[in-house]
């Protein structure tokens, strides 16, 4: 069993990390689903309550159910994200960022995501 202070902990940050998934469907550079999945972490290990309603969350529960069961993503979210991420990191590097470095660096990191979205199975709902 957690001690109170660490459930209580858990779960501030599990409200948090929902909070800025949430705010990541509305602000393309922040991304939504990894916060969503810390949000369930953080929630599984302190409230059941919470996890529940989590998982079967009108507008979530469906994707974070699949990601967790390994199930997959709908090839409409994965053509949508991976889209809006190149479209965005991409006049990020032009227009926003001068350093060479930093181009880069956003570059490599939206390849990553790509191949990590690319691995993860395509499901059908």
Do not use: D
Request: aromatic share 14%; proline share 4%.
């Amino acid at each position: 069993m957690l001690k109170s202070w660490v459930r209580f902990l858990l779960i501030i940050a599990g409200t948090i990390f929902f909070g800025l998934g949430i705010l990541g469907v509305f602000v393309p550079l922040l991304p939504t689903t990894p916060f969503l999945l810390l949000a369930a972490a953080c929630y599984a290990r302190s409230s059941q309550k919470l996890y529940t309603w989590l998982l079967h969350n009108r507008w979530f529960g469906k994707y974070i159910r699949s990601y967790l069961e390994k199930k997959g993503i709908p090839l409409n979210i994965k053509i949508y994200v991976i889209s809006l991420l190149w479209l965005v990191i991409g006049l990020s590097a032009i227009f926003a960022v001068e350093l060479l470095a930093v181009r880069i660096v956003l570059l490599m990191i939206a390849a990553g995501v790509t191949i990590h979205l690319l691995r993860v199975p395509t499901c059908r709902y």
